[in-house]
């Protein structure tokens, strides 16, 4: 969905909240869904969505709890993990999101 509707900001939001869901938890089966959606690509097409829509709180928000639950965790891909979220220039765009949206304590 990501792939296809890039310039739709609710199907961005709830494709992160979806990603979000299936990878929460620190427990083998969380690292172990995070592993395999970063795998599978997914960190560059949140990364494009903050991008995309910064106009958008909702959005913002759902893609940093997304990058969260992808960097999170107790196993030993962790750290490589949080290294593709900074080398696809994540942590750019979630200082933005919190400079936009400072009231905002969800993003």
Same mark, same amino acid.
């Given at each position: 969905?990501?792939?296809?509707?890039?310039?739709s900001?609710?199907?961005?939001?709830?494709?992160?909240?979806?990603?979000s869901?299936?990878?929460?938890g &620190?427990?083998?089966q969380?690292? /172990?869904? @995070?592993?395999? !959606?970063?795998?599978?690509?997914?960190? *560059? #097409? +949140? %990364? =494009? $969505?903050?991008r995309?829509?910064?106009a958008?709180a909702?959005?913002?928000?759902?893609?940093?709890?997304?990058?969260?639950?992808?960097?999170?965790? &107790?196993?030993?891909?962790?750290? /490589?993990? @949080?290294?593709? !979220?900074v080398?696809a220039d994540?942590? *750019? #765009? +979630? %200082? =933005? $999101?919190m400079r936009?949206y400072?009231a905002?304590?969800?993003?």
């Open positions: 969905a990501m792939r296809a509707h890039p310039a900001a609710a199907v961005q939001e709830q494709a992160c909240s979806a990603l869901n299936i990878t929460f &620190a427990s083998v969380g690292d /172990a869904c @995070a592993q395999a !959606a970063v795998a599978a690509g997914v960190l *560059p #097409l +949140v %990364v =494009a $969505a903050m995309a829509h910064t958008s909702d959005m913002q928000e759902q893609a940093c709890w997304t990058l969260y639950t992808l960097t999170a965790g &107790a196993d030993v891909q962790r750290d /490589a993990r @949080a290294q593709v !979220a080398d994540a942590l *750019p #765009l +979630v %200082v =933005a $999101a936009a400072p905002n304590a969800d993003v």
